[in-house]
């Protein structure tokens, strides 16, 4: 069973659609939760980062975690054609400094 | 403010030929990692150092691979001899010490072995 489990997709919407995308976790020491973006032939960028449990905002984005469930989502409102990328969801533990990667979320925003 | 250079972007070689990639961090992050991305998948990290002391090593195939950050600031990833399982696309990132989970991204190596 890999750590870290995230469906690839490839994940389809019109623009101006809620898009939803998630990753599940089996390591309880799992503290940091960040969400990448990787654009076509580009390396990954930070898009949100929240550590332990709880929600946050940043404009269109809402990073959730949910660590009873080791669950966490990333939503993205009034979805624009620019969002059009692969999104990768990281983790770390306390102390260890180093992200395991999920497989990451191929998405497009059709406009 | 530079980002993360990484060179050459593209590599073609045979197998059992070796290859080095070079990473240039952003100034003043302590920390850098390579990681190797397979098609379709998320990045898997080779190898971590911080200056210029390896901190994680653990998924680092050593048999054929080796990376060195020499006075802690540039760094070469170095595969001898490659198979064909290695065709990939290598990325370098780099911290600072504290905030680990902000790693800026170079954009990359991608390498094919026939």
């Known amino acids: 069973q890999k750590e870290v489990e995230q469906d690839p997709g490839p994940l389809s919407v019109p623009e101006g659609a809620i898009v939803s995308l998630n990753c599940t976790y089996s390591?309880?020491?799992?503290?940091?939760f960040m969400w990448y973006r990787q654009y076509s032939r580009k390396g990954p960028e930070l898009l949100m980062y929240t550590y332990s449990s709880g929600n946050k905002e940043d404009g269109r984005f809402t990073a959730q975690v949910d660590k009873s469930s080791k669950y966490i989502s990333l939503f993205i409102r009034d979805s624009q054609p620019s969002d059009s990328a692969t999104y990768l969801c990281?983790?770390?533990?306390?102390?260890?400094?180093?992200?395991?990667f999920g497989q990451g979320t191929r998405l497009t925003i059709n406009p | 403010e530079a980002g993360v250079a990484q060179s050459p972007r593209y590599k073609i070689i045979e197998k059992r030929q070796s290859v080095a990639f070079w990473c240039n961090p952003i100034?003043?992050?302590?920390?850098l990692y390579w990681y190797q991305q397979i098609l379709g998948q998320g990045p898997k990290l080779l190898i971590q150092?911080?200056?210029?002391?390896?901190?994680?090593d653990s998924q680092l195939p050593k048999d054929r691979f080796s990376a060195e950050r020499l006075k802690g600031v540039d760094s070469t990833l170095k595969i001898q001899p490659a198979k064909l399982e290695d065709s990939a696309v290598y990325l370098c990132?780099?911290?600072?010490?504290?905030?680990?989970?902000?790693?800026?991204f170079g954009p990359g190596t991608r390498l094919t072995v026939t």
């Open positions: 990132a780099s911290s600072s010490v504290t905030g680990f989970w902000e790693q800026y």
């Open positions: 100034s003043g992050h302590a920390t």
């Open positions: 150092f911080q200056n210029n002391g390896v901190v994680d």
């Open positions: 390591n309880s020491a799992f503290q940091y």
């Open positions: 990281a983790m770390s533990a306390r102390g260890a400094q180093k992200l395991v």
